[in-house]
C-alpha cells in the first residue's frame, strides 16, 4: 500500500490500483456491466464445451460448433464498446481491444482452439485476465466475487 491524502490534507492509506471518488463510481458501473456480459460469455464457453448441458462437444458438429462462434461474434460486437470505455477509465487496460480482436479472428479464421485453450492469448484467457484486472481495479476480491457468483 502507499500513502496518499485525503481531501482534507489527512494522510490515507490506498492499495494500488484502487480508484476513489467519480473513478471508483464510473468504475463500478462498468464493471457491473461487465457482469451481464460474463454472464453470457461463461453460458457461451459451456456451450463450446457440452452440447445439450451434459455431453462433451467433440467439435465434429460443424453446425453447432459454427453458431457458437456467431454467438461469440455477437458477444463480442455488444461487449467491445463498453471494453473501449473501461480504456478510458484505466489506460492500463489498453491492449485488451486489440488482444480480444485477435483472438476473435482467429476463432472466426477457423482456430476453434483460440476461443477456450489456456496457456494461449485465446478469447477466454484475455476475458479471464480483464476479470482479473476489472476487480483489482474495482478494490474488490476474487473470494466475495466469487461468493457472489461473479467469479467462478
Do not use: C
Not at 459451456?46 to 457458437?68: F, S, V
Not at 454467438?71 to 480480444?100: D, S
Amino acid at each position: 500500500m502507499r500513502s496518499v491524502t485525503t481531501t482534507d490534507g489527512v494522510p490515507a492509506r490506498q492499495e494500488p490500483g484502487r480508484r476513489t471518488g467519480t473513478a471508483a463510481a464510473a468504475l463500478a458501473t462498468a464493471y457491473h456491466e461487465f457482469d451481464a456480459h460474463n454472464s453470457a460469455f461463461k453460458q457461451l464457453v459451456t456451450d463450446w464445451q457440452l452440447k445439450d448441458g451434459t455431453t462433451p462437444n467433440d467439435h465434429t458438429d460443424a453446425e453447432y460448433d459454427a453458431k457458437i462462434v456467431t454467438r461469440l461474434a455477437e458477444l463480442h460486437a455488444g461487449f467491445a464498446p463498453l471494453v473501449h470505455r473501461l480504456v478510458g477509465l484505466a489506460p492500463r487496460l489498453e491492449p485488451y481491444p486489440a488482444r480480444f480482436g485477435a483472438a476473435l479472428a482467429r476463432v472466426e479464421a477457423g482456430e476453434h482452439t483460440w476461443l477456450a485453450r489456456p496457456m494461449i492469448d485465446s478469447y477466454h484467457t484475455v476475458w479471464f485476465e480483464l476479470h482479473e484486472d476489472l476487480i483489482g481495479l474495482a478494490g474488490l476480491s476474487r473470494a466475495d466475487e466469487a461468493a457472489a457468483g461473479r467469479a467462478e
